[in-house]
């Protein structure tokens, strides 16, 4: 870590400063995995809890110790104990994704200002907390939903502080080669992070849910104690010889409109709101949906959800290798979004006839709506926070991280939303907004696709045949 930060490689020889820059960046690509898996493993619990909050109790034997007005709901916590509980779990996971989606926006502003280290550390201690403090609502006893709608706002404000910062580490340190495929694999704690999540909770689930929230909570907090002690923001190279004018540009972070102004950003941007509200809404809604249509028991849909989230990672891999291999992000995003449709209406119709398809299905979803949404949010990310345009300016990543995944948070807090306004009229209505979402990201991406063939289109024709 001293010879990274005295930007003086010339104490060891090349070989082996070589291989101790390889060392570093499998590092810290190790690291900043654990991180951001500690941030989805966070965020996960309360889509298992939701069905042990709100239960069909008629089929529950009644302690005799108990007095029992209600049959029907007599086991629910309350207030999820109304007719309108789906309502109100959409108010919970909105607080969540709203503050998350308006804080992102601030977020990569101050993480291109401050020390990545302490930004990170603060944001997962943060984060710990007030995970803990839902969970505690059931020791405390709190069946206000004030308290758990206000934990959750803040608990999406401090949230935003993982992504853009850990894309900007991953960015400092690996270039654009290779990109697609690091960060295909690397985006794979984003599934990592929602299986662990679902396993822990479905844990607890059933005999104290409180502890699904603790005990992510508490593991959160202590990746944030690791990234304080040993995280390295970046490389520096000491070959590079920088005059006086462009280590001047390069200290300058980007302002939001001059990210704004980078060829592609607007385009991903609205191509991930539409990804992510179809991403989201299985995150938060899947076991719920498949514990009503399934009649699954609460932990079974939970482990039975973390199949999709298994073909996630399958998809942002095999996204990212394609893409490294064709050169093609937009063109990769915009295939995997065009297949991606039909088969959000197969498994609406076919998916729970039987256990070979419902596994099968949930890989083939998962794969094909989480692959284009990893793809955007890594190495599109990294690639458009080191655009040409920028003339070696490399404090832009973090705002440009910011400003798509908040972009996206936007559809990522509208999808949650309208699946628990439209759910009660019929699932069936829920997937019909989903395959519209997913029709409007790939209509996005075309955009951004046809530009490029254009661009070209047009090098190529003023580019002269040569003589073979």
Do not use: H
């Given at each position: 870590i001293e010879i990274i930060k005295a930007n003086d490689w010339s104490i060891i020889d090349p070989h082996c400063a070589a291989q101790t820059k390889c060392l570093y960046r499998g590092f810290i690509l190790v690291l900043t995995f654990l991180f951001y898996t500690a941030y989805h493993l966070s965020r996960k619990p309360i889509s298992i809890v939701k069905s042990e909050l709100h239960r069909n109790c008629s089929n529950i034997i009644q302690p005799?110790?108990?007095?029992?007005?209600?049959?029907?709901?007599?086991?629910?916590?309350?207030?999820?104990?109304?007719?309108?509980?789906?309502?109100?779990?959409?108010?919970?996971?909105?607080?969540f994704l709203v503050a998350y989606a308006i804080g992102m926006f601030f977020s990569g502003i101050f993480g291109e200002r401050l020390p990545l280290r302490y930004y990170l550390s603060i944001g997962m201690l943060m984060s710990g907390l007030f995970t803990c403090l839902f969970g505690l609502g059931f020791y405390w006893n709190i069946h206000s939903l004030g308290y758990y709608a206000f934990v959750q706002v803040m608990n999406g404000l401090v949230q935003t502080t993982g992504w853009p910062a850990v894309v900007a580490c991953v960015g400092n340190w690996f270039g654009k080669g290779k990109r697609g495929f690091i960060m295909g694999v690397w985006n794979s704690h984003?599934?990592?992070?929602?299986?662990?999540?679902?396993?822990?909770?479905?844990?607890?689930?059933?005999?104290?849910?409180?502890?699904?929230?603790?005990?992510?909570?508490?593991?959160?907090?202590?990746?944030?104690?690791?990234?304080?002690?040993?995280?390295?923001?970046?490389?520096?190279?000491?070959?590079?010889?920088?005059?006086?004018?462009?280590?001047?540009?390069?200290?300058?972070a980007i302002s939001f409109l001059g990210a704004l102004c980078i060829p592609g950003v607007v385009e991903f941007s609205l191509c991930l709101l539409f990804a992510k509200l179809v991403s989201y809404t299985f995150l938060y809604w899947l076991p719920l949906y498949i514990s009503n249509v399934a009649h699954?028991?609460?932990?079974?849909?939970?482990?039975?959800?973390?199949?999709?989230?298994?073909?996630?990672?399958?998809?942002?891999?095999?996204?990212?290798?394609?893409?490294?291999?064709?050169?093609?992000?937009?063109?990769?995003?915009?295939?995997?979004?065009?297949?991606?449709?039909?088969?959000?209406?197969?498994?609406?119709?076919?998916?729970?006839?039987?256990?070979?398809?419902?596994?099968?299905?949930?890989?083939?979803?998962?794969?094909?709506?989480?692959?284009?949404?990893?793809?955007?949010?890594?190495?599109?990310?990294?690639d458009l926070g080191t655009h040409e345009s920028l003339k070696g300016n490399a404090r832009a990543l973090s705002t440009v991280t910011a400003i798509i995944d908040g972009t996206g948070s936007i559809g990522a807090a509208l999808g949650p939303l309208l699946a628990g306004v439209i759910s009660p009229s019929g699932w069936n209505n829920v997937f019909y907004m989903l395959i519209s979402a997913d029709v409007l990201a790939c209509l996005c991406n075309t955009t951004k696709t046809t530009k490029l063939t254009a661009k070209v289109t047009k090098q190529t024709k003023l580019q002269p045949y040569k003589q073979i």
């Open positions: 005799k110790d108990i007095n029992i007005t209600n049959n029907v709901t007599w086991c629910d916590w309350p207030p999820f104990d109304q007719d309108n509980y789906q309502t109100l779990f959409g108010v919970l996971d909105n607080c984003t599934s990592v992070g929602n299986i662990l999540g679902s396993l822990i909770a479905g844990v607890f689930v059933s005999t104290a849910w409180g502890l699904s929230f603790i005990v992510p909570g508490i593991i959160i907090a202590c990746t944030g104690v690791l990234c304080f002690f040993f995280l390295v923001e970046s490389e520096f190279q000491r070959e590079l010889l920088i005059s006086s004018a462009s280590c001047k540009l390069q200290n300058e699954f028991e609460a932990k079974e849909a939970g482990d039975m959800s973390t199949l999709f989230d298994v073909g996630g990672i399958l998809g942002g891999i095999l996204a990212g290798l394609v893409s490294d291999y064709t050169g093609g992000r937009a063109t990769t995003c915009c295939v995997m979004l065009v297949v991606a449709a039909p088969m959000l209406f197969l498994y609406n119709y076919i998916g729970q006839r039987s256990l070979g398809t419902t596994i099968g299905m949930l890989l083939l979803c998962g794969a094909l709506v989480n692959g284009p949404y990893a793809l955007i949010t890594t190495a599109v990310s990294a």
